[in-house]
């Protein structure tokens, strides 16, 4: 059983970024306006994966640091992720030491696998997530709200 989530950024998406003014940019645009790409999301060699582009990164490791967090916490459980701008959602479903992850949208599946693989799996995506979110737009830095997304969802092992 293994998992592997990761991502792809979108150049497309991401152009405009440099004309923003990063330090002073809202909640609402950290979340769905910048830094956008491509959900990779691998479960035992099942491409389950959301290739759109415009998928909103800092705002899916925020929301699975969230689920992750709250599915340690219980022996069983569930949590929902929805995709911004459509109807597609990701459901994760922890029974005991497993969590059954399966996607609403094509290609669809449902993968299980362990919770402490999918615990070390989110925890290595989110750091991931920022670490490169300020490689591409080091001008993050100085965003307050960035600053305290960073120190809540990057976990260090």
């Known amino acids: 059983m293994e998992i592997r ?14 004309q923003l003014d990063v330090p002073s940019l809202s909640k609402s645009d950290l979340h769905y306006h910048i830094f956008l790409g491509d959900l990779i999301l691998i479960i035992n060699d099942i491409d389950c994966s959301a290739r759109w582009g415009w998928i909103p990164l800092l705002d899916l490791a925020t929301a699975l640091h969230d689920i992750r967090k709250n599915l340690a916490g219980v022996r069983r459980g569930s949590e929902i992720f929805e995709f911004t701008e459509c109807e597609a959602a990701i459901h994760f479903e922890r ?21 402490e693989q999918f615990d070390k799996t989110v925890t290595a995506f989110c750091n991931k997530v920022f670490q490169e979110s300020l490689n591409l737009i080091p001008a993050l830095e100085s965003n307050a709200y960035y600053q305290e997304l960073r120190r809540l969802t990057v976990r260090h092992e």
């Not at 989530?5 to 440099?18: A, G, M, T, Y």
């Open 5 to 18: 989530i990761d991502f792809e950024i979108s150049k497309k998406w991401n152009n405009n970024v440099s």
């Open 95 to 115: 029974n005991e030491s497993h969590i059954a992850i399966s996607n609403h949208y094509p290609p669809q599946c449902t993968q299980v696998i362990s919770f």
